[in-house]
């Protein structure tokens, strides 16, 4: 697996990588705002929280950070599970 290049960020000391579920309808994009990614404690807890049929996916998340638009997105790290 390949890690994608991550944003650097003026104050990249709240940029983390961390498990997470995220609603998305594909799992094709790499980068999603902060209002799709549900932060979790734990890899447990993102499979637990997944659902495809609603269209969660546990995930590994690079964030946030903010966007030339000034939003706060999350980056794919990994997904998790099949």
Not at 13 to 40: G, K, M
Not at 51 to 77: C, H, I, Q, T, W
Request: net charge neutral.
């Amino acid at each position: 697996m390949t890690t994608p290049d991550l944003p650097k960020d003026r104050d990249h000391s709240l940029l983390d990588r961390q498990f997470a579920v995220v609603y998305t309808p594909r799992r094709q994009r790499q980068r999603f705002p902060e209002n799709c990614v549900q932060i979790v404690g734990s890899r447990e807890e993102a499979q637990a929280a997944g659902d495809p049929d609603k269209s969660l996916f546990p995930a590994m998340v690079y964030g946030p950070s903010r966007s030339s638009e000034g939003f706060r997105l999350y980056y794919l790290v990994e997904w998790i599970g099949p």
